[in-house]
């Protein structure tokens, strides 16, 4: 019989196992590289959600509440004629006005002109707005409450509008963060997919790779040793192991082949001594 390691046969056996080790631990370092870029976008994806998109959906919030203080504010002094509500109007509209500005700085950042443009109508309305308070406010105190009355109903007018745009402007940030869920929520599923079906590569490629190593080595040894039996069996020193790998097993079946051919000499100057 032969013994023949195929094409890892020109390779020793340390060899062989150290490469299926190496190819082994590759496909996982693949396999865990592939999943660390997907896990890299699902972080960047969750770090949008974490400081843009709820603090910016937030802001919405903070910003109608403003605007609602500022015209109950203006009322107040409207109503008990003390000026000193004006001081809390007047934080109140630097509070809106900073979120206002928080969004015109990412609108700019994203070049995102239409969302740009938006904000920069909300803001002017609202300046608007606080002017036209402040007007309606001084006449109930200096014109009385006729002309209080009057600049009244387009204050409220005013800050109506504004309620609404911010309801809009909010609508439009949750239907941003819901579709940036959405896709954080696809890419995680598809992270799983890709986990499961990578490792499951990894794992078969490792299977393969490790039964042509365990045949590279067994096939040889077998037929080597079916040879030995053989011989044993039949006593026929003629019998020689085929050698085509150049292993440690290739070599070990050369050195029975001698020691093989060395006993057959000696039985042969034996008989010859014999027969003389």
Known sequence: MSVAGGPLGNMSIGARLAAGFVVVVALF?????????????????????????????????????????????LTDVSATHNRDGYKDADEAAKRFLADVEKYKQMYQKENDAESLKKMQDIETSFNTFYSHGKTMAEAYITQGLEAGNAAMEGFDKDSKAISDELGKFREQQIAEAHQIVSNTVSAAELTMKEMAGGGLIAALLASVFSALISRSIIRPVSAMKSTMVEIGKTGDFTRRIAVDSKDEIGQTARSFNDLIGNLQNTLHELHDGIDR
């Open 29 to 73: 370092v693949a396999n865990l590289l592939m999943v660390g870029v997907s896990f890299s976008s699902l972080l960047k994806d969750i770090q949008l959600i974490k400081e843009e998109t709820l603090p910016y959906v937030l802001a919405v919030d903070e910003m109608d509440t403003a605007r609602s203080e500022v015209q109950q504010w």
